[in-house]
């Protein structure tokens, strides 16, 4: 089994941060990819960042990129998500994602608020 811990999150006015943070525990092999996936009521969840094992590839969908920055400390079996400029749009549940290598493995999620 491995259990995935999101933390950090919280209400924060527009243009304001917040940094986002996952811990992985249980087996846990080396090489696994890990990312931010959110869902705000009403939509879909997507796709926000991801990061390789290494943290030397990392990807961001359109709407955060140069605001947000993903990082990893494999030490630590941990993700951060750095958000700053942060947007009402930026409102959702954030979720943590680490690609294992037989499946996929999800958090139970962050709440993030941002208000004008």
């Known amino acids: 089994q491995v259990q995935l811990v999101e933390s950090g999150g919280g209400l924060v006015q527009a243009g304001g941060s917040l940094r986002l943070s996952c811990a992985a525990s249980?087996?846990?092999?080396?090489?696994?990819?890990m990312g931010w996936f959110r869902q705000a009521p009403g939509k879909a969840r997507e796709f926000v960042s991801a990061?390789?094992?290494?943290?030397?590839?990392?990807n961001y969908t359109d709407s955060v990129k140069g605001r947000f920055t993903i990082s990893r400390d494999n030490a630590k079996n941990t993700v951060y998500l750095q958000m700053n400029s942060l947007e009402p749009e930026d409102t959702a549940v954030y979720y943590c994602?680490?690609?294992?290598?037989?499946?996929?493995?999800w958090g139970q999620g962050t709440q993030v608020t941002v208000f004008s």
């Open positions: 990061i390789s094992w290494g943290g030397g590839t990392t």
């Open positions: 249980g087996r846990i092999f080396s090489n696994y990819a």
């Open positions: 994602n680490l690609q294992g290598v037989l499946r996929a493995y």
